[in-house]
């Protein structure tokens, strides 16, 4: 339960340090250390953005992790990323953890990740969080 308090209280974007969040935590009822929310904040990909807490999805991607282009599968909801050799788990876990709407999960290769997508999802979070403005086709 406080970790969904959590992640409430970083999608707010008040909050600079761990301390505000233990605070607010413990103010709501809930008694954490500042190591469980720095585990916690680490686990939920939430990054600092102008010295403030946002949310994995309203980051976008962690430094080092470079998408070269998207397709979309003309076969079903899936979205095709091309990332550099290697880099495709981090990318995949970076979209897992960000919680981004229409997005079922992902499936990493080595430069490649397949994500499975709703039908008929909205893919502009997903575009907004890999970078890639316009999307090429996979027919």
């Known amino acids: 339960m406080w970790r969904q308090h959590l992640e409430q209280l970083v999608a707010s974007g008040r909050y600079r340090t761990q301390e505000q969040l233990v605070a607010a935590l413990e103010s709501a009822g809930f008694s954490m250390t500042q190591g469980s929310i720095s585990r916690e ?3 939920q990909g939430v990054r600092k953005v102008g ?3 946002v949310p994995a ?4 991607l962690p430094p ?3 998408v070269h282009g998207g397709e979309i599968s003309a076969g079903g909801p899936i979205v ?3 990332t550099d050799p290697a880099g495709a788990p981090r990318l995949a876990q970076a979209v897992d953890r960000a919680r981004l709407p229409g997005i079922l999960g992902t499936l ?3 430069d490649t990740v397949f994500v499975a997508c709703l039908p008929d999802a909205d893919l502009s979070g997903l575009s907004r969080f890999v970078g890639v403005q316009e ?3 996979n027919p």
């Not at 999805?57 to 976008?60: A, C, E, L, M, S």
Request: proline share 0%; hydrophobic share 40%; net charge negative.
């Open 64 to 66: 080092g992790i470079v």
């Open 135 to 137: 999307w090429g086709s």
């Open 41 to 43: 904040l680490s686990a």
């Open 108 to 110: 990493a290769g080595d």
């Open 80 to 82: 095709v990323l091309h």
């Open 57 to 60: 999805h309203v980051g976008g």
């Open 51 to 53: 010295g403030t807490y």
